[in-house]
């Protein structure tokens, strides 16, 4: 087509475009802080995958009130249109399309639905493995364990999506001679001399509607969901006994970081209580020694609990012993544990700022500077 010849058409309205480059922000984002960022970035991603949550959902409703080639009803091709598009590329004499062609639209479904498990997924994990979120209150540990290995292999998955996408993006451009990538800045893509392409309006206002409602019922769930205690999690009272003792000498550990053999065996022999005499009156030793075998990490069921129940063969009264400890802290320089404002391997408050608590969620890690 010579350039007399092309006419410049909106063919991607506004919403749509800004739908995809917040979306790449957003997977860029999530990818980034997933697999690479340490582990006190997990905070963000969880936020990046709410934000994940609410782009999906406004381009399903976007889906049937924007413009016509942003509406589902413009893209729904069968899997055999979208193999012979396929083949006609191959042979470099694919058929035309103004909007999305069979095998992109097949990517998007792809797309669309990889990224809706994985928001599913990633809220399975954060509900079982850190007692956080709407799911908190219905899923065990071992379940948010299970599923991770999924989240995981859906990140993976959405890296090969995406390569997949991109060389689509280039081969299409190559082929047509298109504009592809700038399209979808722009929204405007040529059209030659006696085609036409017919096009119908966005219906905003219902859009805004659907919208406004699903924030309403979506808002209403998560306040209900999020009222339910998390599951395995007791309401443990405090004991001023067991503070004030414990911390005459150390921070007080969390009574979920040690099964309720090691806590019986650490009460037992207060005397040698690590190298120093440690002895309580009976009545107050008993009370703390009650205190930790009811909330010792058999009543609790979650990850610090899990991973430290199992002790050390050789030294099984110890935390920083466990084979649990050890592997979560594999990646911290052993100098970080001598810096002045750690001082011991047993100071968690010092990086933990919810230790007193027992969460240890990665979000809450803050490694002193040094």
């Known amino acids: 087509m010579t350039d007399r010849a092309v006419e410049m058409v909106r063919v991607w309205d506004l919403p749509t475009r800004l739908f995809h480059?917040?979306?790449?922000?957003?997977?860029?984002?999530?990818?980034?802080?997933?697999?690479?960022?340490?582990?006190?970035?997990?905070?963000?991603?969880?936020?990046?995958?709410?934000?994940?949550?609410?782009?999906?959902a406004f381009r399903i409703v976007?889906?049937?009130?924007?413009?016509?080639?942003?509406?589902?009803?413009?893209?729904?091709y069968s899997p055999r249109q979208a193999i012979e598009h396929l083949r006609g590329m191959a042979r470099g004499r694919p058929i035309h399309y103004f909007g999305h062609?069979?095998?992109?639209?097949?990517?998007?479904?792809?797309?669309?639905?990889?990224?809706?498990l994985m928001v599913l997924t990633g809220l399975v994990v954060q509900g079982g493995d850190l007692k956080q979120g709407p799911l908190a209150g219905f899923t065990s540990f071992a379940v948010g364990?299970?599923?991770?290995?999924?989240?995981?292999?859906?990140?993976?998955?959405?890296?090969?999506?995406?390569?997949?996408?991109?060389?689509?993006?280039?081969?299409?451009?190559?082929?047509?001679?298109?504009?592809?990538?700038?399209?979808?800045?722009?929204?405007?893509?040529?059209?030659?001399a006696g085609e036409v392409v017919a096009s119908s309006g966005s219906r905003p206002v219902r859009a805004s509607a659907w919208l406004a409602a699903l924030a309403i019922a979506g808002g209403a769930l998560l306040a209900f969901l999020w009222e339910r205690p998390a599951l395995g999690v007791p309401n443990m009272p405090s004991n001023a006994t067991f503070e004030q003792e414990c911390s005459a000498c150390h921070n007080v550990f969390h009574p979920s970081l040690l099964p309720r053999t090691s806590w019986a065996a650490i009460m037992a022999d207060l005397p040698h209580?690590?190298?120093?005499?440690?002895?309580?009156?009976?009545?107050r030793r008993?009370?703390?020694?009650?205190?930790?075998?009811?909330y010792a990490a058999e009543a609790w069921d979650t990850l610090p609990a899990r991973r430290f129940s199992?002790?050390?063969?050789?030294?099984?009264?110890?935390?920083?012993?466990?084979?649990?400890?050890?592997?979560?802290?594999r990646h911290v320089?052993?100098?970080?544990?001598?810096?002045?404002?750690?001082?011991?391997?047993?100071?968690?408050?010092?990086?933990?700022?919810?230790?007193?608590?027992?969460?240890?969620?990665?979000?809450?890690?803050?490694?002193?500077?040094?």
């Open 62 to 76: 976007w889906a049937f009130h924007g413009a016509k080639f942003s509406r589902l009803s413009a893209f729904l």
């Open 101 to 116: 062609n069979p095998a992109g639209a097949m990517m998007i479904y792809v797309l669309i639905a990889v990224l809706s």
């Open 145 to 192: 364990e299970a599923v991770r290995a999924i989240h995981q292999f859906l990140a993976y998955l959405l890296l090969v999506l995406i390569g997949g996408h991109l060389a689509g993006v280039l081969l299409g451009s190559a082929i047509f001679k298109e504009r592809l990538i700038s399209a979808m800045i722009d929204g405007r893509k040529p059209v030659g």
């Open 273 to 283: 209580h690590f190298g120093e005499d440690a002895s309580l009156p009976v009545i």
């Open 21 to 56: 480059w917040l979306l790449v922000a957003v997977v860029v984002f999530e990818l980034t802080t997933g697999l690479l960022a340490p582990k006190w970035w997990f905070g963000r991603h969880i936020w990046c995958g709410y934000a994940l949550a609410v782009l999906l």
């Open 333 to 370: 320089d052993a100098a970080a544990f001598a810096l002045s404002a750690v001082r011991s391997k047993t100071n968690c408050l010092a990086c933990h700022r919810d230790a007193e608590g027992g969460q240890f969620a990665p979000q809450s890690i803050a490694i002193p500077a040094g």
């Open 286 to 294: 008993d009370e703390i020694a009650s205190y930790l075998e009811s």
């Open 310 to 329: 199992q002790v050390s063969s050789d030294d099984p009264l110890r935390i920083t012993a466990t084979p649990g400890w050890i592997r979560l802290h």
